[in-house]
C-alpha cells in the first residue's frame, strides 16, 4: 500500500500540471469538517502576487479529495462558466483582470474575495465570457 503522503504529494503535483502551473504557484489547504476533510486550492498569481480560491472539494481523506480534486481539474470545469473579473487593491493605481471559472458571478466574487477583507479589493466588473 502507497504511504499516504507519498500518494498525496503524487496527486498535488498532478493537479499543478493538469493547471498548467508551477506547484509554487498552488496551495493546498486542508481543514477537518464535521468528521470529513475539505480541501480549499487556492491559486498565486505571480504577475500581482495576490491569491485566489480556484476551488474546494470535501472527502473522506485526503487522498480521497486530493483525487476528487483532480477529477475536477481534468474534466468537470468544463460544467462551470468563465468570467472575467477587473478589479483593484486599495491603495493600488493598476486596474487587474482575473479570470475564474464559477457557477455564477457570486461564485467568481466568493473566489476574488476568498480570505479577505472585503474592503481591500474595488471590484469594477464582472462578465460573463461567452463560451466557444
Same mark, same amino acid.
Given at each position: 500500500?502507497?504511504?499516504?503522503?507519498?500518494?498525496?504529494?503524487?496527486?498535488?503535483?498532478?493537479?499543478?500540471?493538469?493547471?498548467?502551473?508551477?506547484?509554487?504557484?498552488?496551495?493546498?489547504?486542508?481543514? @477537518?469538517?464535521?468528521? %470529513?476533510?475539505?480541501?480549499? #486550492?487556492? =491559486?498565486?498569481?505571480? &504577475?500581482? /502576487?495576490?491569491?485566489?480560491?480556484?476551488?474546494?472539494?470535501?472527502?473522506?481523506?485526503?487522498?480521497?479529495?486530493?483525487?476528487?480534486?483532480?477529477?475536477?481539474?481534468?474534466?468537470?470545469?468544463?460544467?462551470?462558466?468563465?468570467?472575467?473579473? @477587473?478589479?483593484?487593491? %486599495?491603495?493600488?493605481?493598476? #486596474?487587474? =483582470?482575473?479570470?475564474? &471559472?464559477? /457557477?455564477?458571478?457570486?461564485?467568481?466574487?466568493?473566489?476574488?474575495?476568498?480570505?479577505?477583507?472585503?474592503?481591500?479589493?474595488?471590484?469594477?466588473?464582472?462578465?460573463?465570457?461567452?463560451?466557444?
Amino acid at each position: 500500500m502507497e504511504d499516504v503522503h507519498v500518494e498525496s504529494s503524487r496527486i498535488q503535483r498532478q493537479i499543478a500540471e493538469s493547471l498548467g502551473l508551477s506547484p509554487g504557484d498552488l496551495l493546498f489547504e486542508f481543514r @477537518q469538517l464535521d468528521g %470529513r476533510v475539505r480541501l480549499d #486550492l487556492i =491559486t498565486v498569481n505571480p &504577475r500581482h /502576487h495576490q491569491s485566489f480560491l480556484f476551488r474546494y472539494e470535501e472527502g473522506h481523506d485526503r487522498p480521497d479529495v486530493l483525487r476528487r480534486m483532480l477529477a475536477y481539474v481534468k474534466n468537470s470545469r468544463d460544467t462551470e462558466s468563465s468570467y472575467t473579473i @477587473q478589479w483593484r487593491t %486599495r491603495g493600488d493605481r493598476e #486596474l487587474q =483582470t482575473s479570470y475564474f &471559472r464559477a /457557477h455564477n458571478a457570486y461564485e467568481a466574487l466568493d473566489k476574488l474575495y476568498y480570505g479577505r477583507d472585503l474592503n481591500t479589493i474595488t471590484v469594477f466588473s464582472v462578465v460573463l465570457n461567452p463560451s466557444s
